[in-house]
């Protein structure tokens, strides 16, 4: 995609990866719909050499992972927070050391604030990576007279 746009691309919040290994001493939990699909050779396409920092779950399973893979997809926010911090308290309960948490599901940042709050960890998600990708970008380019 970058290769074919004027623009830069980002089209996974999974490219926060990299930096956020780089940035935090414990592991990063990384929440997605459906955690079957994200395999180890899915995560080595974003340049992270080893997994023993990574710890993954997924709301699969779940009430809203139910709604959603519906064609009406009819969930709400208040199960979709629910749902998501039971899938983030389990992983932590195997894994005590998660110091972050990346949202790799482009729906949850509709509970991203309320997970800071109860879980009082970092969270990033689709929006992080877009506003970090902007933000650079709006740098870069003049504005118009």
């Given at each position: 995609?970058?290769?074919?746009?004027?623009?830069?691309?980002?089209?996974?919040?999974?490219?926060?990866?990299?930096?956020?290994?780089?940035?935090?001493?414990?592991?990063?939990g990384i929440l997605?719909?459906?955690?079957?699909?994200?395999?180890?050779?899915?995560?080595?396409?974003?340049?992270?050499?080893?997994?023993?920092?990574?710890?993954?779950?997924?709301?699969?399973?779940?009430?809203?992972?139910?709604?959603?893979?519906?064609?009406?997809?009819?969930?709400?926010?208040?199960?979709?927070?629910?749902?998501?911090?039971?899938?983030?308290?389990?992983?932590?309960?195997?894994?005590?050391?998660?110091?972050?948490?990346?949202?790799?599901?482009?729906?949850?940042?509709?509970?991203?604030?309320?997970?800071?709050?109860?879980?009082?960890?970092?969270?990033?998600?689709?929006?992080?990576?877009?506003?970090?990708?902007?933000?650079?970008?709006?740098m870069a380019v003049?504005?118009?007279?």
């Open positions: 995609m970058a290769q074919a746009l004027s623009v830069p691309v980002s089209m996974s919040s999974l490219l926060l990866l990299p930096y956020l290994i780089a940035t935090i001493k414990g592991r990063v997605t719909f459906d955690s079957r699909p994200l395999t180890s050779d899915l995560l080595k396409l974003t340049g992270v050499a080893s997994h023993n920092r990574i710890a993954i779950a997924g709301i699969e399973d779940s009430e809203t992972w139910s709604a959603m893979s519906a064609p009406e997809n009819n969930y709400t926010v208040s199960q979709l927070a629910k749902d998501v911090l039971s899938a983030i308290s389990l992983m932590r309960a195997r894994h005590d050391d998660i110091e972050a948490i990346l949202f790799e599901c482009a729906a949850f940042p509709l509970v991203t604030r309320e997970v800071r709050e109860q879980t009082k960890l970092p969270v990033y998600d689709a929006v992080t990576n877009a506003k970090l990708l902007m933000s650079g970008y709006n003049p504005k118009a007279i």
